[in-house]
């Protein structure tokens, strides 16, 4: 595997940070003076767009933290850090729409005493942005009274007070992620994955400098196929009807994205957890546990719904991404500005766009993605918040 950093892309200035950190807790728990210009803490910001390596980031320092090397990446430390299995590592990984405070409270608690096997005590918490109110509360206490062996780190888009509570960001120490550049990103294609350079180069065009999603791009031909559909929306839209029958396709296309992403994984989790609480048994007590199986599996779907939400709501986002991606390379057409553009197989569409269009209306319409965007995290309900961005897409 090598370095647990190498898998960051274009992030040199964040990766010198980390490595000056992973260095001075190495001397504190040596027991030495950390040198000159090393500076450690016990939490932890990382921000950025979204595919900047927000929790690649924040795994990577985990697995730093835990290894004697400071992250050489070979390690069982390092290995098991990674894979989350580490026994001194926890992860909180949000399915759902939110976080609450009983699992954040449990977590903390577990994180309060000092490591069992590796070197410090770690919580990583990815999308910390998805915290409730009183969860992050439960942080909070946590951060502002740290155990002496214990690091937090928090991961979350931006560092914009609606997303994270300021308290608990002013706490942390920020570690700043940038967007990669296409040419990075395909760099990484051809050498880890053995794309070719021109799959390599238009896929992270088309991802915008989302590593995964380039990935998928240049492999997955379902993924392509989908995308290909999104791009297609802009000349359907001919008239009202047309706009609702356009909302209706990209919401059902993202719940399909979405149950397929899921399925299997709910298929599993019950039928291991009707095995576990001894659903089928016959005998005394059987009534019992029957009951008990019940509410366990309604327990269950009830956490499986909420992830099914989540799924949808990030694989529609996906598609708004797209979608915003090609109304500004028609911005850019219509004011002759010089920059590549996002979607390289939709060119001559966009540039038959620039022809009718006019600079406000085509920035009209990329307001409208982007507002549609954040009414929807904002909880307005997906087909409300895309049937209102159609109309404005077909007006201009």
């Known amino acids: ?21 992973a260095a001075a807790a190495a001397a504190i728990v040596a027991g030495e003076p950390p040198a000159a210009g090393a500076a450690m803490t016990h939490a932890w910001l990382f921000t950025g767009p979204a595919g900047s390596g927000r929790s690649v980031a924040a795994r990577a320092f985990a697995a730093a933290l835990q290894c004697a090397r400071q992250g050489c990446g070979t390690c069982p430390a390092c290995h098991t850090t990674l894979a989350g299995t580490h026994a001194d590592v926890r992860f909180v990984v949000p399915e759902g729409l939110t976080v609450g405070v009983g699992e954040m409270r449990s977590l903390v608690l577990r994180a309060q005493g000092a490591p069992t096997q590796g070197r410090w005590q770690v919580l990583l918490v990815e999308d910390a942005d998805r915290l409730t109110e009183a969860a992050g509360n439960a942080l909070l206490k946590a951060i502002e009274e740290p155990p002496p062996r214990t690091v937090f780190l928090l ?8 997303d994270i509570s300021v308290t608990i ?20 294609l051809v050498e880890r994955d053995g794309i070719a350079q021109d799959d390599a180069l238009w ?20 993924a392509r196929a989908r995308r290909d559909a999104v791009l297609a929306l802009p000349r359907r839209l001919t008239g009202i009807g047309a706009c609702f029958d356009a909302a209706s396709a990209l919401i059902e296309a993202a719940g399909a994205e979405a149950a397929a992403a899921v399925v299997e ?7 291991d957890l009707s095995t576990a609480l001894g659903a089928g048994g016959t005998g005394r007590g059987a009534a019992g546990a029957a009951r008990g199986v019940t509410a366990a599996l309604k327990d269950l779907e009830r956490r499986q719904r909420s992830r099914a939400t989540r799924a949808q709501r990030d694989a529609l986002d996906r598609a708004l991404v797209d979608l915003a991606g090609f109304y500004r390379d028609v911005l850019l057409r219509t004011v002759g500005a010089a920059v590549p553009p996002v979607h390289v197989d939709a060119a001559d569409t966009a540039a038959k766009a620039a022809e009718r269009w006019t600079p406000e209306s085509a920035l009209r319409r990329l307001s409208a993605v982007l507002a549609c965007r954040d009414a929807i995290e904002l909880n307005v309900k997906p087909r409300i918040a895309v049937e209102a961005m159609m109309v404005t897409l077909w007006r201009g």
């Open 1 to 21: 595997m090598g370095d647990v950093f190498r898998p960051l892309v274009g992030q040199e200035d964040a990766v010198a940070t980390l490595r000056r950190a």
């Open 155 to 162: 991961c979350t888009p931006s560092t914009h007070p609606d």
């Open 169 to 188: 960001r002013s706490r942390c120490r920020v570690v700043t992620l940038r967007q990669p550049s296409a040419e990075a990103v395909a760099s990484v």
């Open 203 to 222: 896929a992270a065009a088309a991802a915008q400098g989302h590593v995964g999603r380039a990935r998928r791009l240049a492999r997955d031909p379902q």
């Open 265 to 271: 994984l709910d298929a599993k989790e019950k039928d």
